[in-house]
């Protein structure tokens, strides 16, 4: 069983109590409302810099516009109280709304854009906020300020500064414990995966855009949130708060605390905190003690300051991904691979595929059928369009014209995760695992979940068999395979061949009905290449058909059902094996035949 | 508007554009070959500006100033590479490693702003010209008046980047440096030591700032916190011709300083938002700026 | 909400009630000043807590009843900080009284917590017209200043503008202070039925302002009203475009620094509020002192003669105070009275309808003239 991989729930949820009575005892235990100032900056900071975290620790995707979304969700916040008259709580939903809609739209630059290019976008936008904030004097009041902002106070003078302080460290908790949910289900990930290689991510079934945009919008809701704080706890607001030191701020405390872990932003924002405190007085030297302490703690605790908490409380509040896993004993029930349903047409049709490159024509009018339970392979010298075919199928390229069936039905027009879900899978020529995912959670990757978010953010928080059930299936995959006990390394750590077996194990946990494969046994020895055969026989045993992309002629003869030819882009030859084989287009085609052999080609699909 | 003020604000534009440039190629060059570079670019520039005031008021001729910063700043430059990106390379595979060099090249900059301050304080500071006797120097250029200085800034940042681009494609460094760029692991085959190269793109980084330091002085009032303004703008020069094309950097440059100067003619109000907008939506129409190829990660 | 004490300095005030005023004890004088960031701020705030120091050590050195202790931090001229400071310096530091800061923004951020926790401040060189105004009404106001008042110096400016220029144009920046004051010298010039010939702005961190005053010699301004930061920047392109106006301003222009950059024979005619009148021996006593006192680092003699009166406000009401805590301190500034101020402030500067050190009367016109601003006759 796997009980040790499971994780009782109640031990990461009584930090969160702690946390909660932490929270609420400390302004009754403290009389100094200095103290419970910071204690309030420190929180809405923290949810800031949670929403920087997800989007640059698990997407990837650089932001250098934060305090635009913070100033965003702050001035909404004051404009809608001050000048509106909205209740503060509604004026704050509105003011973080309006921070939502402004990174949805610069999620769809980031679309468009990666890296240097969409930290230099973000910039430029936090730039025009900041411009806006200064200059709109009739909207924003500029340097000046707005006046009239109410104080989330609930109207007493006395308390009304730990009542703040308890409706900010009641969200903050709820975003921390969102945020865990997602650094510990399929939403990390997804992330990861997509931050690694969003073609691979693609054909694995996530839909990048969607991701990548949505995860814009959640890190801008968050830094409007806490821009809708800031507005409320000194109930006055200038632009002169909302430059870009802001933004490096969150992003120096995103960094010191821990890039992608859990408490990273809680204790890299208190750290920023502490030490603005401590050389508030140091004005001389204080750039050059900022300075020093980033060099030291980023040279010397790469990790940021929550590794070294880590090493000391890991038993606490990380869930294990390293160890647990590798204990898992072999099942009690056995697995079999998924099965297919079965079909009796062709699971996969390709109609007179073109598609063309410029002026160059890398495929030109070809036409393949696979069938149930078959492996059909496509070879053909280098640039023949095995590759372009392969990704026209896959949907990361559009091909100019003909048709793609999956199952009878017409996917020509659906982008590849849209496919991916209908039941096509593919494997990569130099394969695409998340480097920094174990390989149970590559396989893990694979499988679809039938839980939605919402019930799977509820069996997290209160479940103890949380996803145990998905872990056990990705285990009975590797166990198939024949590495299950290299289930919680990573992958760069895995040698070849194994990692080539990781990857068709992850694609076959997308209980494909098709199953595309570029090269798999590219680069490996004979054993290895024994080892991948006999897999890709048990996956077609399973009902799975098979397009096998090969240059290995020796171990596509052996396997292959059925096998496509192309020279130039064109087909040449289909047929059995043997029929191929012998056939002399097919090998003039390898042996450098001539150009007009390869142009008659098409007198030979009569025969096929 | 009148020709002698077209001409007027087109060598205001140049001038900046040119300093643009030459920060611009900086971050080019360090990011061709590591993917990371200075974000204290700017600073780098500001402290060489200062170091060449501080000169050439001790009364130091011009040619010495300029070898003595270039010499200090590339110095700083092989510092950089030591102390604050070379113990990075550890750390590469670690969650978030690729982004830290931000944050240590900040912490860089940091250190070199407030040793700046403490050296020469923190007000405005007045850098004499470099080859005038006076500041009131100026030229007719076609009914335009235009300092000596500036029209020399034009001039040598457009000489010293044809020199930078003979050095990259024309000698056998600079085509170690593209051989890195391409692959570290394939370079090191073929014989390239690739961590001098890394040394070596970061000194020259440096050294474009010295250059850009030196000229930059006498042109505008030197302070020191004025370096986040010129990374800005070489970050964004840099974007807008796209990281991947030393060409597209100086059209990009020129391109942001002309739209700069004529943005702040037309509308002043605003003056700063217009070349921002330039880049938003050049990024938006051509995402890796107007000459960078876009690569597909199909594998 | 009244300070919490917990100190043992509310229980010595409360015994020193008695005595009529307090007895020798330490002060804390807290200060909250941008001292990093753009010289626009770090050349006001430096130079402020130069004058402020100065009056300490002057106190000190004449046997000064109390032992004063300034606490002073950086905002970094950011809003947030600057509340979170003004916080600290109330809670933890236990301060009677702050002086601060530069921004008037910041003024305005915490301003209103002061008034509301009932501790004085003593804003300056902040410069808004707002700043007491708003609070005056209050009773008590906590809120006082020893700075410029902007209204005063373009009121000034513009009676003499108007009077000797045709044509006026109008260089300001971005930041919400220049809009602020770009707004008030455009309705001081309505009231006086001018029209500006020319306005435009520029962002604070700019390094050219070549189209900006391009546009003012295509529009033949004769006086240019300067009020962008970075008052150096104006006169750079004169030379190049054969352009020669007038330039008057912000008392920015006033800044030993803003001559070291221009050069003597470029600011010569230059125009600015004033509040220090250099013909006076107490300016140039004061002026040597300040230079004695921190060589290279003095550069703003107004600045620090403000400063400086603060601070002489500030150590005179604490021998004054009948209590040494916050409300004692206010009631002890708004009746201070026998200063011998370096700047124009009056020997009572304050009066329960009066929270500024600056009126309207003792704010004039200066003038560039060989290296000197002198009083400006007009």
Request: hydrophobic share 50%; net charge neutral.
């Amino acid at each position: 069983m796997f009980a040790e991989t499971s994780f009782s729930p109640w031990l990461r949820n009584g930090a969160y109590v702690a946390i909660a009575v932490a929270i609420a005892l400390f302004p009754l235990l403290t009389g100094n409302t200095f103290h419970i100032h910071l204690a309030q900056t420190l929180l809405y900071t923290t949810i800031a810099v949670i929403g920087l975290n997800l989007l640059l620790g698990l997407s990837g995707q650089m932001s250098l516009g934060q305090a635009g979304f913070y100033a965003i969700g702050a001035y909404g916040s004051a404009l809608l109280t001050a000048k509106l008259g909205w209740p503060i709580a509604a004026a704050m939903l509105g003011g973080i709304a309006l921070a939502g809609a402004a990174g949805c739209l610069v999620g769809l630059v980031a679309l468009r854009t990666r890296g240097l290019y969409l930290a230099m976008a973000t910039l430029a936008f936090g730039f025009m906020v900041e411009i806006a904030t200064q200059r709109w004097v009739d909207l924003t009041g500029g340097t000046m300020g707005i006046y009239g902002i109410p104080a989330l106070d609930f109207g007493s003078s006395t308390m009304g500064k730990a009542y703040f302080l308890w409706v900010v460290g009641a969200v903050y908790l709820a975003v921390q414990i969102t945020s865990d949910y997602v650094m510990h289900s399929r939403v990390r990930r997804n992330l990861l995966a997509l931050k690694e290689n969003e073609s691979a991510a693609r054909t694995a079934g996530i839909n990048v855009p969607v991701w990548r945009t949505a995860v814009f919008a959640v890190s801008s809701v968050l830094a409007g949130t806490a821009g809708a704080f800031f507005t409320h706890q000194n109930a006055y607001i200038n632009s002169d708060a909302f430059t870009l030191n802001l933004t490096l701020t969150m992003l120096i405390a995103t960094v010191i605390g821990g890039l992608g872990a859990s408490y990273g932003p809680l204790i890299g924002t208190l750290i920023t905190l502490m030490i603005a405190e401590l050389i508030a007085s140091l004005y001389d030297v204080s750039f050059l003690v900022n300075g020093i302490i980033l060099l030291t703690v980023l040279l010397l605790f790469p990790q940021g300051a929550i590794g070294l908490v880590q090493s000391v409380g890991k038993f606490l509040f990380a869930r294990s991904s390293e160890g647990s896993e590798t204990q898992a004993a072999p099942t009690d029930r056995a697995f079999a691979l998924p099965v297919a349903p079965p079909s009796t047409g062709p699971t996969l049709v390709v109609e007179n595929l073109t598609k063309r490159y410029g002026g160059v024509v890398a495929v030109r009018d070809v036409s393949l059928a696979i069938e149930y339970g078959k492996i059909h392979a496509l070879i053909g010298p280098n640039g023949a369009g095995k590759s372009t075919l392969i990704n026209c199928v896959s949907g990361l390229y559009r091909a100019d014209s003909g048709r793609i069936l999956l199952n009878g039905k017409d996917v020509s027009s659906l982008p590849a995760h849209a496919r991916a879900h209908m039941g096509l899978s593919r494997t990569f020529q130099n394969l695409q695992l998340v480097g920094s995912l174990t390989v149970l959670e590559n396989v893990q990757l694979g499988i679809r979940s039938t839980r939605s978010m919402p019930a799977d953010f509820f069996s997290w928080l209160l479940s103890s068999t949380f996803e145990v059930e998905e872990r056990a299936r990705a285990l009975a995959l590797l166990q198939q395979f024949g590495i299950a006990h290299l289930a919680a390394a990573r992958p760069e750590d895995l040698p070849y061949g194994h990692r080539k077996l990781a990857e068709l194990a992850r694609a076959m946990a997308e209980e494909p009905t098709v199953m595309l494969l570029d090269e798999p046994v590219a680069g490996l020895n004979d054993r290895e290449a024994q080892e991948i055969a006999d897999v890709i026989r048990r996956i077609r045993a399973s009902g799975t058909s098979i397009l096998l992309v090969e240059h290995n002629m020796e171990f596509v003869m052996k396997l292959a059902d059925r096998v496509t030819v192309l020279d130039y882009g064109e087909r040449i030859a289909q047929g059995a094996p043997a029929e191929v084989q012998v056939d002399p287009r097919v090998i003039e085609a390898y042996l450098g035949g001539s150009l007009e052999q390869s142009n008659s080609a098409g007198k030979l699909e009569a025969a096929s | 508007m009148s020709a002698a003020n077209f001409v007027q604000l087109l060598l205001s534009g140049l001038a900046m554009g040119a300093i643009y440039a030459l920060t611009a190629t900086g971050l080019f060059i360090a990011h061709l070959a590591t993917t990371r570079l200075n974000f204290g670019q700017g600073d780098f520039l500001m402290f060489a500006a200062y170091l060449s005031m501080a000169l050439l008021l001790a009364g130091v001729p011009v040619a010495l100033v300029m070898a003595v910063v270039i010499v200090v700043l590339a110095l700083m430059g092989w510092g950089l590479e030591r102390f604050a990106i070379r113990p990075l390379d550890r750390m590469r595979a670690l969650v978030g490693g690729q982004y830290s060099w931000i944050l240590t090249t900040m912490g860089v900059a940091l250190i070199v702003q407030n040793v700046v301050t403490l050296v020469w304080g923190k007000s405005s500071q007045y850098s004499p010209p470099l080859f005038s006797a006076n500041r009131q120097n100026v030229v007719q250029v076609f009914g335009a008046g235009v300092f000596v200085e500036e029209l020399l800034v034009i001039v040598v940042a457009l000489v010293a980047i044809l020199l930078f681009y003979a050095l990259l494609f024309r000698t056998r460094q600079g085509r170690a440096i593209y051989a890195v760029a391409f692959s570290p692991e394939t370079a090191a085959l073929l014989g390239v030591n690739v961590r001098r190269t890394v040394v070596l793109v970061f000194v020259l980084a440096s050294v474009l700032a010295a250059l850009s330091g030196v000229l930059v002085g006498p042109i505008v009032t030197v302070h020191p916190f004025m370096g986040l303004v010129f990374t800005v703008k070489a970050f964004a020069v840099a974007s807008l011709g796209g990281f991947a094309n030393p060409l597209g950097i100086l059209i990009g440059a020129i391109l942001f300083g002309v739209v700069e100067s004529f943005s702040n003619y037309i509308n002043s109000a605003f003056g700063d938002l217009y070349p921002l907008l330039l880049v938003l939506a050049l990024l938006v129409i051509k995402p890796s700026g107007l000459f960078g190829e876009a690569k597909t990660d199909v594998r | 909400m009244a300070i919490k004490h917990g100190s043992a300095l509310a229980l010595l005030a409360g015994f020193a009630l008695s005595i009529g005023s307090a007895s020798a004890e330490n002060v804390k004088i807290g200060v909250v000043q941008g001292l990093s960031g753009p010289p626009a701020i770090t050349d006001f705030g430096e130079s402020y807590l130069q004058g402020i120091k100065l009056a300490v050590k002057d106190y000190e050195a004449k046997g000064g009843k109390h032992k004063i202790e300034l606490v002073v931090y950086d905002d970094e001229a950011n809003p947030q900080k600057a509340v979170s400071l003004v916080q600290r310096l109330m809670q933890n530091d236990n301060v009677p009284v702050i002086i601060g800061t530069v921004s008037s923004g910041n003024v305005l951020a915490f301003a209103p917590i002061m008034q509301k926790a009932g501790v004085p401040l003593v804003a300056g060189p902040s410069i808004a017209t707002n700043i007491t105004a708003q609070f005056i009404k209050e009773s008590p106001s906590y809120i006082f200043r020893c700075s410029m008042v902007e209204k005063f110096q373009i009121e000034s400016m513009l009676d003499w503008g108007t009077k000797t220029f045709k044509k006026i144009g109008l260089v300001h920046s971005t930041t919400g202070y220049a809009v602020f004051a770009a707004k008030e010298i455009q309705e001081g010039l309505k009231a006086r039925n001018v029209q500006l010939v020319a306005v435009e702005s520029a962002a604070p961190n700019v390094s050219d302002l070549t189209p900006q005053l391009l546009k003012m010699k295509e529009a033949g301004a004769e006086l240019v009203l300067n009020f962008h930061e970075s008052f150096e920047l104006i006169y750079r392109p004169m030379a190049k475009l054969d352009y020669r106006p007038i330039i008057a301003g912000n008392w920015g222009l006033s800044s030993l620094k803003v001559l070291q950059i221009v050069g003597q024979k470029e600011i010569e005619g230059t125009v600015m509020g004033q509040a220090l009148d250099m013909a006076l021996d107490s300016s140039k006593a004061f002026v040597s002192r300040m230079e004695k006192e921190y060589g290279k680092a003095f550069r703003w003699p107004v600045i620090a003669a403000l400063g400086y009166d603060a601070g002489q406000v500030v150590l005179k009401a604490a021998d004054t105070a009948k209590t040494l805590d916050p409300k004692g301190m206010r009631d002890a500034l708004e009746a201070v009275d026998g200063i011998q101020a370096i700047s124009a402030t009056p020997a009572k500067p304050f009066g329960p309808q009066d929270h500024e050190c600056l009126d309207r009367e003792h704010v004039f016109l200066g003038v560039w003239k060989d290296g000197q601003v002198v009083r400006l006759k007009y």
